[in-house]
């Protein structure tokens, strides 16, 4: 069983009478411990196709299964607790509002003020911003506070610094070899380095190896006890 399989799935955008299909017909499987990515231009359904990975969004047709359960009944029970969706900000906090910003995943969860911070402090250490707020890894930071057992990130990349683009990969595959599946998207060949597989995706129809190499895949850390789905 596939940490997430995602099963022949299309998805439609309507607008009066105009019909666009984000993606189509789209099959993918992870593992835990891997680290995707998938390649597409500007509107080729790279976005789409992980918001669906995610259960923010739901296909028309087809099936998302995330560790064997339908996703689409499971997402308010899943999404934010054992998948984290990065979104990048528009802008970047600092100081003490970091912290608050990053530990809101686990208050929104009833933990205890006390744990959240310790935790999200933790979170900021563990992606290398002791302090200040670089965007891109106060976002990762933000979603991996309740321990994911999937990271799913859109174009973690864009917007960063040419010298700066290989730590935040080097991030991400550190956090996939510490057993937490990364799925990522990318804009250009260089968001690619590191990964274990690369697909592309154009006019919605996704290219490359859907399902994962068994000799690649490695799962470093088991869930936590009581960290599965109630």
Known sequence: MSLLSIEHATKRYRRGRLERVAIKDVCLEIEPGELVAVWGFRRSGRSTLLRVAAGIESPEEGVVSFEGRDLARWRNSVLGRRIGYCQMPSSSADGGLVVEQIAAGLLAQHASPKHARRRAQEMLLRVGLAQGAETVRVAIASAMVTAPALLVIDEPTNGVELLERDSILALLRSIANEGTAVLMSA??????????????????????????????????????SGARWR
């Open 187 to 224: 804009s250009d060949a260089q968001g690619l380095s590191g990964v274990d597989r690369a697909l592309s995706i154009d006019s919605g129809e996704l290219h490359g190896d859907a399902k994962p190499s068994q000799a690649q895949v490695v799962q470093l850390r088991r869930a936590e």
